[in-house]
């Protein structure tokens, strides 16, 4: 931690003092089995509160609204946990993944176009996966042809979050067919209002349908959308997106400290059994990994923005952070017994922190399975932070 | 304290940084289990790193100490660092000065004597840091030795079995409590005094020395009975607190090594045609160490900063350094061994000496579940 502490104190009491005042006491039953577009209605309403205090994206520059200290962005995140804030889940590609790609790789022109926008409410969907290239991202089909001023895509995506609500698209697509398939994908910005896009939701383990397929059929995107060089679209995906992989922990780790373990406690107490040993001694493990994850992220962070994370530090956090969020769901699920199976829904814009254990604990795989499997993450880890031999091809 | 101010952070972190590349230097040219060459860590300097400078010491800190602690870890190495210079040092430090108390911590600095310190029964799940407020028992537990009046001066009675390094000190000092429940005090005695026995406990781990001592009226000279300078249940529960961390440091540094190890092994060892560590179910389980040991890493750091600062809740965070880092630590040398196959049950391979060392560690100054009781006494 680098910033003084009283300024840490100060700013943590501002922030204290928002949140009793802004975050709507009763958003979780009224966010209860709600219609998508009320849900969609909330989550802009409250990025937009968000955004009044200065609070959206913290982790941004200062010239694009950002600019935050790692320490004040750590106070940030666990006073909205500890206040019981709504999740920014519609903004999280745009605010994240979008944002640290124009960051990192894109033009002035693209950046000055959509950074404000993002931060007056443009939702963004991530466009990687198809029905073939899940874990083997590289081997994905959707092609780019170069026509004039303009690329013209066919193909395929799968697994888009949010694509039904949103405005752009980031999109890796193969732009040069004969190349080895890491060295022939660009990386596109694509405007969902294109001719020629068909999104289809997919219902999803928990019930719910916010990831897509998006089918593309001669959709024309301007040359000045591509972002970085032709051809040099999975360099540019890996820079950005290995390190936000791990900056977006950041905010889960602190949620998961702040809300998924308080309630863990809470539910505990309530069903009587806070006494019993055995449960003790399993919060008290929880407790113990939830702060050696939240270490863990601090010092990602800290590391990434001095330019000296290591290649894997990422993934590790990512793999930690998924497989630990998994356990304690599945905790609060046998804690809970046969009245947590009564549980149908659970309140829009909650995440997996709904304190419906079940629910939350389903949910779970979408943390171990989308971003890179954990198999692929103990790969990564294997061969890039610790240099063992790559698997034969 | 220096060590929490941002100001000097990095100077000191560098200081850390070439503290530990020595000390990693020195330590690998020694084989595991050979008896410390004590005069080489003396003028190493690192025995008197907590000790003023105006007795022959650094003026360091406990974050000092835990460099060595962990590097010592590393290396299996064998010596009374534990006993004398973590908790010996670290019992004194709590002292006001005095002329006796002087002449042991320039003594422990120079490697001239071995003061080690007796806290309660290092095996016991009871050996816990007292926590914030609430938690009976431990203290007392934690001191099991009690002073009693004679005409003379004072008689100790009392027994602390798996006491780290007495068997070779040349002074012992004994937590204890002036009567049935006074308060906790330290007692300076000289190991063959009458009435105080010394009885080596050998022990699998043949890196590490323990004895049972028992004191049956030891007699005790008034001059001898030292109060500490503060709160004198609170120091011996930070004494408890830097004992938990002090073995959690040397359980991460033995897991680094392994995984160390583990890793050179399989980028060269080559079954079916091809490096081992190519093959995913190796891989995998490498990558799982690695996450471990970064964890174990965290908690450990964050509970000797707290430590070296006095933080408030400095005994939450030796809880769980200690829990965390020493059941990973078991885990991690239990997979080195694995990963190296035959070779690595074998004697000769030296794995079985950091996965003895490692299920020792996790017994020592409390168990996981120990120490997680003391968490969880928190939550109601």
Redesign the interface.
């Known amino acids: 931690m680098t910033s003084a502490g009283v300024d840490t104190d100060e700013f943590r009491a501002a922030v204290r003092s928002w949140c009793r005042s802004s975050v709507p006491a009763d958003w979780r039953s009224a966010q209860a089995g709600v219609p998508e577009a009320e849900y969609v209605a909330f989550q802009k309403w409250w990025f937009a509160e968000l955004r009044s205090a200065g609070y959206a994206v913290p982790h941004w520059p200062a010239r694009w609204g950002g600019g935050m200290s790692l320490a004040e962005q750590v106070v940030l995140y666990s006073e909205l946990a500890a206040h019981d804030a709504p999740r920014l889940v519609l903004a999280f590609v745009a605010i994240h993944h979008a944002a640290a790609t124009l960051l990192a790789a894109g033009t002035d022109e693209q950046r000055a176009r959509h950074l404000p926008a993002i931060l007056q409410g443009e939702i963004w969907v991530q466009g990687f996966s198809e029905p073939e290239a899940g874990s083997d991202l590289a081997s994905l089909r959707t092609t780019a042809v170069r026509d004039g001023d303009r690329y013209i895509v066919n193909g395929q995506k799968l697994w888009a979050s949010g694509a039904t609500h949103a405005d752009w698209c980031l999109l890796l697509a193969r732009t040069s067919p004969d190349a080895p398939k890491r060295r022939g994908i660009s990386y596109f910005l694509l405007d969902m209002r294109s001719p020629g896009l068909d999104v289809r939701p997919i219902k999803n383990a928990v019930g719910e349908s916010h990831f897509c397929e998006i089918f593309l059929q001669d959709v024309a995107i301007p040359a000045g959308c591509l972002v970085g060089e032709e051809n040099a679209g999975w360099q540019v995906a890996q820079a950005t997106l290995g390190a936000e992989r791990g900056l977006t922990m950041l905010e889960l780790a602190e949620r998961l400290g702040n809300a998924g373990f308080r309630w863990l406690v809470a539910s505990c107490a309530r069903l009587g059994v806070l006494g019993s040993p055995l449960v003790a001694d399993r919060l008290a493990e929880f407790e113990t990994e939830i702060a050696g994850l939240r270490a863990l992220c601090r010092g990602l962070v800290e590391r990434h923005e001095a330019g000296r994370a290591g290649p894997a530090e990422a993934s590790m956090v990512k793999l930690y952070y998924s497989e630990l969020l998994q356990r304690l769901m599945d905790f609060g699920t046998q804690i809970e017994g046969l009245p947590g199976m009564e549980v149908l829904r659970k309140p829009a814009s909650s995440g997996w922190e709904s304190g419906a254990w079940m629910l939350d604990f389903i949910g779970s795989w979408e943390w171990t399975i989308p971003g890179g499997t954990s198999e692929i993450q103990r790969t990564i880890i294997a061969e890039r932070g610790l240099g063992l031999p790559r698997e034969p091809a | 304290m220096a060590a929490g101010s941002?100001d000097v952070g990095d100077d000191l972190a560098s200081v850390r940084d070439e503290l530990r590349a020595v000390a990693r230097d020195l330590l690998r040219k020694t084989p595991p289990a050979t008896p410390a060459d004590w005069a080489l860590f003396a003028s190493a300097g690192w025995l008197g790193l907590e000790v003023p400078a105006f007795l022959d010491g650094a003026d360091a800190t406990f974050a000092e100490v835990a460099v060595i602690a962990q590097e010592l870890g590393r290396a299996a190495a064998a010596g009374p660092y534990l006993g004398a210079i973590v908790l010996g040092v670290g019992a004194l430090r709590e002292l006001p000065p005095c002329a006796g108390r002087d002449t042991l911590l320039r003594q422990a600095a120079n490697g001239d004597a071995l003061g080690v310190a007796v806290l309660a029964e290092g095996s016991a799940d009871g050996a816990v840091g007292a926590g914030p407020a609430g938690e009976r028992g431990r203290t007392e537990t934690a001191a099991p030795f009690r002073l009693e009046r004679a005409a003379d001066g004072w008689r100790l009675h009392g027994h602390a079995a798996f006491v780290p390094d007495a068997a070779r000190a040349t002074r012992l000092l004994v937590l204890a409590r002036e009567g049935a429940d006074g308060e906790p005090v330290i007692v300076d005695i000289d190991p063959r005094a009458s009435g105080l026995r010394v009885a080596p406990q050998p022990v699998l781990d043949e890196t590490r020395s323990f004895a049972l001592v028992t004191a049956d009226g030891a007699e005790v000279a008034e001059g001898s009975v030292w109060r500490f300078a503060a709160d004198p249940r609170a120091a011996a529960a930070r004494l408890l607190d830097r004992a938990a961390v002090a073995v959690a440091c040397d359980s991460l540094g033995l897991a680094e090594a392994m995984l160390d190890a583990t890793?050179a092994y399989?980028?060269v060892r080559e079954q079916f045609g091809?490096?081992i560590?190519?093959?995913?179910a190796?891989?995998?389980a490498?990558?799982?160490m690695?996450?471990a040991v970064?964890?174990?890493r965290?908690?450990v750091?964050?509970a000797v900063a707290a430590l070296a600062s006095g933080a408030p809740d400095a005994g939450v965070?030796a809880s769980?350094a200690k829990?965390?880092a020493c059941g990973a630590a078991l885990d991690v040398a239990g997979k080195a061994m694995q990963l190296h196959g035959g070779i690595g049950y074998t004697w000769e391979s030296g794995i079985h000496v950091y996965l003895k060392r490692a299920a020792l560690n996790r017994a020592l100054f409390g168990s996981p579940?120990a120490?997680?009781?003391r968490?969880?006494a928190r939550?109601?």
């Not at chain 2, 560590?277 to 995913?280: D, H, N, P, V, W």
């Open positions: 941002p890793v399989a980028r091809r490096p560590g190519s093959f995913q190796v891989k995998h490498c990558a799982d690695l996450v970064a964890v174990s965290e908690l750091s964050a965070a769980m829990a965390y579940a120490h997680r009781q968490l969880a939550y109601r």
